[in-house]
């Protein structure tokens, strides 16, 4: 009775069905767009004698780096024929740490 009570106060104060109102609110926004300019200046500078040294240097350590992976390289061939032979005599025995 109460519930029937409390409807008949909501149908009286907000109608039938309540209608949802909508407000227009008139808002102006203003942005401020700042643009980033970028300018490439290329400047030509007369080689010295210590570019051209550091040049030979730089090659020196290219050279370097190359040996040094070629011979990397050829460390990682040797690991994979040994891991191969590894594996061939592993399969000789057919049996595992403890002989069975």
Request: aromatic fraction near 4%; glycine fraction near 4%.
């Amino acid at each position: 009775m109460t519930k029937v009570l409390k409807q008949g106060f909501t149908i009286e104060k907000y109608g039938s069905t309540p209608v949802p109102t909508v407000k227009e609110k008139i808002v102006e926004v203003e942005k401020i767009v700042e643009v980033e300019k970028v300018v490439e200046v290329i400047k030509e500078v007369p080689i010295n004698m210590v570019d051209m040294e550091m040049d030979e240097k730089i090659k020196n350590y290219i050279k370097l780096a190359e040996l040094g992976e070629k011979k990397l390289r050829e460390c990682s061939d040797l690991s994979d024929v040994l891991r191969k032979q590894l594996e061939i005599e592993k399969n000789k025995n057919k049996t595992d740490l403890y002989g069975e």
